[in-house]
């Protein structure tokens, strides 16, 4: 079992700056996938970024590239969702996520542990 609490929500204006954080706990050593989601009301959850922290890489959506980075602590048990020039299309809660996968996408259901998300408001 994998425990994920995220934290660094709020409310900034455009162009404004959050880091979110996703603290891991639990049987972390086999985890290697960290996501971050996002949902709006009336909208689909989508993916945001991932990280695997086996290996480093990550990848993020087209429409967060430039603004958003996604790292992690050297422990491997934290991970960041820095968040850069934010929108009000980015208003959303998100969710990070957790799994033992090798390619660490973005499909929703290819993750196990969730989060209880964090909401972020950008206000024009």
């Known amino acids: 079992q994998v425990q994920l609490v995220e934290s660094g929500g709020g409310s900034v204006q455009a162009g404004g700056s959050l880091t979110l954080s996703c603290a891991a706990s639990?049987?972390?050593?086999?985890?290697?996938?960290i996501a971050w989601f996002r949902q709006s009301p009336g909208k689909k959850r989508e993916g945001v970024a991932s990280?695997?922290?086996?290996?480093?890489?990550?990848y993020l959506i087209d429409s967060v590239k430039g603004r958003f980075t996604i790292s992690h602590d050297n422990s491997k048990t934290t991970v960041f969702l820095h968040m850069n020039s934010l929108k009000p299309e980015d208003t959303a809660s998100y969710y990070c996520?957790?799994?033992?996968?090798?390619?660490?996408?973005?499909?929703?259901?290819?993750?196990?542990?969730w989060g209880q998300g964090t909401q972020v408001t950008v206000s024009s």
């Open positions: 996520a957790a799994d033992r996968g090798h390619l660490c996408g973005l499909r929703e259901s290819s993750y196990k542990y």
């Open positions: 639990g049987a972390t050593a086999t985890t290697n996938c």
């Open positions: 990280i695997s922290t086996f290996s480093g890489s990550t």
